[in-house]
């Protein structure tokens, strides 16, 4: 398995300084491999026995960063990845493929969908059906577009919103229960990983009551698959590996977090000792990167040269989510929302209707650069008539870490002016993750952000509103428990959030 290219090159456009710098120091030195540029990390004195072993590891020992000390900051999570999550790779997927145990199913990003189409120079729709196509060829039982999932997400994510602005007190704990309370203002959307990550390692119970209990799509996939799924199926959750294509090596750490586990204890425990007989709800996370890989390594029959652009290759029509439910005739999405989701967007126009009972009318909304293109606000002006009690909302969208500390700073010093941000870890947000495919020759990152952006948007996409799928429709309407927010919804759509503790010493460098 290789090392991600985010480890290799020194172009990275985010906070840490130098770009390689990892965030986590073992006896708080940090050290750069100029030749290579690569992470190293230096072991600390030994003070006792190392894990499983009775003697104190000896100098010059590896020393292992477990996922609990990852703080996700694309500096070192890269290699740590590499080493930790041999699960989350492509060896372990075509071995799973080969498993008779078990039945393969594969979940497509709109970001890695648009990824692999600029690199093919297809249009979405061509670029689906033919990834399905080629899936179906390995052997992939079902393959499904994100579209769905996304859009339950906008759906609660909307619902906690309003309800966190309702008026009443907060009973959100320093945990971020998904109790179902308001919780305090602003609400962060917690899609991002590698953001979600950052704040239960260094911010704790000062940030975590903010954050959104809402699941990323891929979080709300993996509950879907491992429980309505399998249950329509016929078969156990473990007999089902579910594959997710994502723009985010980030999305390989969500996707081992115990809290997006399914099995026979109902709560999720401290120890991972006591996580025996979980499930993980996405088995095994595959970049965009990963999977051009394997499209050029395992080339479907007849496609040895153009790879999906290649006239003969087989296409398939990705499967309804489930028996009995709508699957959608054409790509549908949000194109006037953020290429990261559309979170703030959708938020602000469902406040809209149902606080101040305006209907924002389609289109791209007046956000407002701040300090730079990845710092930006919206104010919903309130008619001062409606139940919105003539307050005005504010809205901000918040990428990159060096935003991020801003945010910070204004959230723990009370002086936060927003009520809603949808906070991703990455300049210019989900399309820019560092899993997506890299600029081809001639070609500079931003001109690539900028061709994925117009394809995100591609007129082969639909505008549709979330409430409007008749699959959202149907699965509320038999298994949601009607509408969002509903105590069923919670229960398969939202999570939880708790302070982590590191197993090494955590240094941060000067400027995080």
């Known amino acids: 398995m290789e090392f991600s290219s985010t480890i290799r090159v020194a172009d990275l456009n985010d906070y ?12 708080g030195k940090l050290k750069v491999s100029e030749a290579s540029e690569e992470v190293q990390l230096q072991p600390r004195a030994a003070r006792g026995a ?10 010059g020992e590896a020393v292992k960063v477990s996922l609990h000390d990852c703080l996700a900051c694309s500096g070192c999570i890269t290699s ?13 997927f075509l071995a799973q493929l080969a498993n008779p145990n078990v039945a393969v199913v594969v979940t497509v990003s709109p970001q890695s969908r648009a990824s692999l189409a600029v690199h093919f120079g297809l249009s979405p729709t061509q670029t689906l059906v033919r990834l399905a196509g080629w899936f179906k060829a390995l052997g992939v039982r079902a393959v499904w577009d994100l579209t769905t999932a996304r859009d339950l997400v906008l759906l ?12 009443q007190d907060s009973a959100m704990d320093a945990e971020g229960s998904a109790s179902g309370a308001p919780q305090p203002l602003p609400v962060m959307a917690s899609s991002c990983p590698g953001w979600v990550c950052y704040a239960e390692k260094t911010q704790g119970s000062r940030v975590l009551p903010h954050l959104s209990t809402t699941r990323s799509p891929q979080g709300a996939m993996g509950g879907l698959v491992k429980s309505l799924v399998a249950s329509a199926w016929g078969v156990a ?8 294509v994502m723009p985010c090596y980030d999305k390989k750490l969500e996707a081992s977090r115990e809290e997006l586990t399914t099995g026979p204890a109902a709560a999720m425990p401290e120890a991972s000792s006591s996580q025996e007989g979980r499930i993980p709800e996405v088995d095994c996370c595959l970049t965009t990167g990963e999977v051009l890989q394997l499209l050029q390594q395992w080339p479907a029959p007849g496609c040895q040269l153009g790879g999906l652009a290649d006239p003969s290759a087989p296409d398939c029509t990705p499967d309804p989510i489930l028996p009995g439910v709508p699957a959608d005739d054409r790509l549908y999405g949000t194109p006037y929302g953020s290429s990261s989701g559309g979170y703030a967007d959708f938020v602000y126009r ?11 009318p389609p289109g791209p909304l007046p956000w407002r650069s701040l300090r730079n293109a990845d710092f930006q606000e919206l104010t919903l002006g309130s008619p001062g008539t409606t139940s919105g009690g003539g307050q005005d909302l504010r809205f901000a969208r918040v990428y990159g870490f060096r935003n991020i500390q801003t945010l910070l700073r204004q959230v723990k010093m009370g002086r936060c002016a927003y009520q809603y941000v949808e906070v991703m870890a990455c300049p210019s947000g989900c399309l820019n993750g560092g899993g997506q495919i890299k ?11 900028e061709q994925l952006e117009a394809m995100y948007a591609h007129t082969d996409v639909a505008a549709r509103s979330p409430a409007n799928n008749p699959a959202v429709v149907a699965l509320y309407g038999g298994w949601l428990g009607g509408a969002p927010g509903a105590p069923l919804a919670r229960e398969l759509l939202h999570t939880t959030y708790r302070e982590r503790e590191k197993t090494v010493t955590t240094a941060l460098v000067s400027n995080w």
């Open 50 to 59: 190392a894990p499983g072993t009775s003697a104190p590891p000896s100098l």
């Open 439 to 449: 600029p081809g020759p001639g070609t500079t990152p931003q001109q690539l952000v």
């Open 156 to 167: 609660e994510e909307a619902a906690e919103f309003l309800l966190s602005t309702s008026g």
């Open 350 to 360: 469902a406040a809209a209707r149902e606080l101040y009972g305006i209907e924002v």
């Open 80 to 92: 740590a990845e590499t080493v930790l999550l041999q699960q989350q790779s492509s060896d372990e």
């Open 237 to 244: 959750p473990a007999s089902l590996y579910h594959v997710s």
């Open 16 to 27: 840490i300084a130098p770009s390689q710098d990892c965030v986590v120091a073992l006896n």
